[in-house]
């Protein structure tokens, strides 16, 4: 069983942080992906930001400069820095993760229960 739990979502105003955190926890061989998607009301669930198993980073080209993705490797956790924050971010986000239970088993997707982000005056 492997279990992905967020926090640090919340009600901020116009040009504000929140940091967001997801920590996997369960059995866990190896994470190649981590991101972050959001799902505004009556849209579809887009990526924000992903970063591999190498560090390398991509973001979607509306939070580029703003938003900030990291990844604790020893602590399986991955973590979206978010600053000047704009009322068009408020959405759900929820954190993915791609890894393996064992070693030499197949990589499948993880999905984190969703966070509320709310940015308003």
């Known amino acids: 069983q492997v279990q992905l739990v967020e926090s640090g979502g919340g009600l901020v105003q116009p040009g504000g942080s929140l940091r967001l955190s997801c920590a996997a926890s369960g059995s866990i061989f190896n994470i190649y992906g981590m991101g972050w998607y959001r799902q505004a009301t009556g849209k579809q669930r887009d990526l924000v930001a992903g970063v591999t198993s190498g560090g390398f980073t991509n973001y979607v080209d509306s939070v580029k400069g703003r938003f900030t993705i990291s990844r604790d490797s020893a602590k399986n956790t991955v973590y979206l820095q978010m600053n000047s924050l704009k009322p068009e971010d408020t959405a759900v986000y929820y954190c993915?993760?791609?890894?393996?239970?064992?070693?030499?088993?197949?990589?499948?997707?993880?999905w984190g229960q969703g966070t509320q982000v709310t940015v308003s005056s």
């Open positions: 993915n993760m791609i890894l393996s239970r064992v070693s030499g088993g197949s990589a499948n997707d993880y």
